[in-house]
Nanobody
Framework: QVQLVESGGGLVQAGGSLRLSCAASGRTFSGYVMGWFRQGPGKEREFVAVIMWNSGSTRYADSVKGRFTISRDNAKSTMYLQMASLKPEDTAVYYC????????????????????WGQGTQVTVSS
């Protein structure tokens, strides 16, 4: 059973930086697509970034491209989201997720392909 635990959220001023971590356990993640999603106040959950666990290839939502960086450490089974130049509109609960399906890479906004989710970590950006 896959378990995902996020950490690293908090309160930061606009323009600041924050790094989120997602500790993964329960199996090996070879072939998995791992991702970060977020849900802001009154909004639907949205795709932020994904990474292919094997190759390290990445994709980003347009809203975070150039500001956020997704990465993983195979040895630690941990995924990261480095966030820079944060804006108040980045305020949300951030979730990490895992998908055993390669199709999740091609359509990461289709959250139904992500079968395992963490509990979320709050990120608040003050103006």
């Amino acid at each position: 059973q896959v378990q995902l635990v996020e950490s690293g959220g908090g309160l930061v001023q606009a323009g600041g930086s924050l790094r989120l971590s997602c500790a993964a356990s329960g199996r090996t993640f070879s072939g998995y697509v791992m991702g970060w999603f977020r849900q802001g106040p009154g909004k639907e959950r949205e795709f932020v970034a994904v990474i292919m666990w094997n190759s390290g290839s990445t994709r980003y939502a347009d809203s975070v491209k150039g500001r956020f960086t997704i990465s993983r450490d195979n040895a630690k089974s941990t995924m990261y989201l480095q966030m820079a130049s944060l804006k108040p509109e980045d305020t949300a609960v951030y979730y990490c997720a895992a998908s055993p399906y390669s199709r999740a890479w091609y359509d990461p906004a289709s959250t139904s392909d992500f079968t395992s989710w963490g509990q979320g970590t709050q990120v608040t950006v003050s103006s």
